[in-house]
């Protein structure tokens, strides 16, 4: 908890960071806003609910400093990172990104929304160290859509970009990640 701290501004928070994380490394059944508010001993949802919605505190650097962490405490020379999505099925039409299109997680066209991952994998362990939500050219091409929705990033360079930004941060080579930009020696 030490290590992201700071990036909450108000006591409250952060220490309902840390019951959130207990519950997220419990070993409960189902974690989700319910079981994690019980776990924490509160009665309902809604303080961890406001943490991850209203509640002010720096989402990015606490990514940073999550990125930092696995790849000082995992960096491994052989490690590799993985970019995967992820189909969120929705019933209605209104949480960002949402609309008709092929997920993996039904492997057929669904109304979802779909995530992009990237985590870090090496001998000493794995860890997810980064998030994007993917923008389907209807909601790009919508300007009422990205207005109200200005911070989400439209593609899957979002990946690429925080790839790009661990390798310069860590020392790599681009080129041992993208085969198509490979120099000769």
Known sequence: MELIAGRFGRVEPRRRVGAYLRGLLAGLERKNGWTLAEHAGAVSPDGMQRLLRTAGWDVDGVRDDLRGYVLDALGDPAGVFVIDEI?????????????????????????????????????????????????????????????????????????????????SLRGGRVDKLLPETRSSP
């Open 87 to 167: 189909g969120f099925i929705k019933k209605g039409r209104r949480s960002a990104g949402v609309q008709r299109q092929y997920t993996v997680a039904t492997g057929k066209i669904d109304n979802c929304q779909l995530g992009v991952f990237l985590a870090y994998a090496g001998s000493r362990g794995r860890a997810l160290i980064d998030r994007e939500l993917y923008l389907p050219k209807s909601w790009t091409d919508d300007r009422c859509l990205m207005v109200c929705n200005s911070s989400l990033i439209s593609s899957w360079r979002a990946s690429m970009d925080t790839i790009l930004l661990v390798l």
